[in-house]
């Protein structure tokens, strides 16, 4: 084969995968959003065919089951949301700055997709090993690790300082949050970023002077309850 050839070859190898990859997408918007609407048990393979204008034997040629699509558009959701979550925050900012750009754009993106935040639950309870879904989960709560640590090397946080604890009640409250609004049909409430950080001021002052482990628990324990005494109020 002569480059030209070789060059021709590759260009019409490149152009089909790009069709297969722009049928993949469209089949994974279909099915997003029709888990969205009907559910994950309501949703039909052949519907989510017709949405995204293919055959259903093409569906299930890049998927063989209902839960390998599941999985899938639980994957791409979490890609999504992480390369989101790392545009909105601005690096060179302070911690508490980066913490409510973070809030912001994960309470945002709660509510608008809450639908697809519980499916990623379901799609945990299809099978006892562990989801394809769980390393984007990592990926995507890494973006707070990182915020923390940057704050650790620039001296703004002491290097004792508890992050997972932190990063739990900073997700868990969020997620609270975002569950209380949308059953309340209400959209985003900037009060709830408000509340959060104040109770993080409040704790980060707790955990940097408190090396004991216990008292550190002791503390993540009492910012939940205030929380939860928050969330009741409103």
């Given at each position: 084969?002569?480059?030209?050839?070789?060059?021709?070859?590759?260009?019409?190898?490149?152009?089909?995968?790009?069709?297969?990859?722009?049928?993949?997408?469209?089949?994974?918007?279909?099915?997003?959003?029709?888990?969205?609407?009907?559910?994950?048990?309501?949703?039909?393979?052949?519907?989510?065919?017709?949405?995204?204008?293919?055959?259903?034997?093409?569906?299930?040629?890049?998927?063989?089951?209902?839960?390998?699509?599941?999985?899938?558009?639980?994957?791409?959701?979490?890609?999504?949301?992480?390369?989101?979550?790392?545009?909105?925050?601005?690096?060179?900012?302070?911690?508490?700055?980066?913490?409510?750009e973070l809030a912001t754009y994960h309470l945002r993106s709660l509510i608008d997709d809450f639908k697809i935040v519980d499916i990623t639950s379901r799609a945990r309870q299809w099978h006892s090993k562990p989801s394809r879904e769980l390393p984007q989960i990592r990926e995507y709560v890494r973006v707070f690790d990182d915020i923390m640590q940057r704050?650790?090397?620039?001296?703004?946080?002491?290097?004792?300082?508890?992050?997972?604890?932190?990063?739990?009640?900073?997700?868990?409250?969020?997620?609270?949050?975002?569950?209380?609004?949308?059953?309340?049909?209400?959209?985003?409430?900037?009060?709830?970023?408000?509340?959060?950080?104040?109770?993080?001021?409040?704790?980060?002052?707790?955990?940097?002077?408190?090396?004991?482990?216990?008292?550190?628990?002791?503390?993540?324990?009492?910012?939940?309850?205030?929380?939860?005494?928050?969330?009741?109020?409103?």
């Amino acid at each position: 084969m002569n480059p030209q050839q070789r060059t021709s070859a590759k260009r019409m190898a490149d152009t089909q995968r790009q069709r297969l990859e722009a049928r993949e997408e469209a089949i994974l918007i279909a099915a997003t959003r029709l888990f969205g609407e009907s559910g994950v048990d309501g949703a039909r393979m052949a519907e989510i065919a017709k949405r995204a204008a293919v055959a259903e034997g093409t569906v299930y040629l890049y998927y063989k089951t209902k839960h390998d699509l599941l999985e899938a558009v639980v994957d791409r959701f979490w890609r999504e949301l992480t390369t989101g979550a790392r545009q909105a925050i601005t690096p060179s900012e302070t911690v508490s700055t980066q913490l409510r750009e973070l809030a912001t754009y994960h309470l945002r993106s709660l509510i608008d997709d809450f639908k697809i935040v519980d499916i990623t639950s379901r799609a945990r309870q299809w099978h006892s090993k562990p989801s394809r879904e769980l390393p984007q989960i990592r990926e995507y709560v890494r973006v707070f690790d990182d915020i923390m640590q940057r704050g650790i090397q620039s001296g703004e946080l002491e290097a004792s300082t508890p992050i997972w604890q932190i990063r739990d009640v900073f997700y868990g409250t969020l997620e609270h949050s975002a569950r209380t609004l949308v059953i309340r049909n209400q959209p985003i409430d900037m009060g709830v970023i408000d509340n959060l950080l104040d109770l993080f001021d409040q704790y980060r002052v707790v955990s940097l002077n408190d090396t004991d482990e216990q008292g550190s628990k002791r503390a993540v324990l009492q910012a939940l309850e205030k929380i939860e005494q928050q969330v009741a109020r409103w």
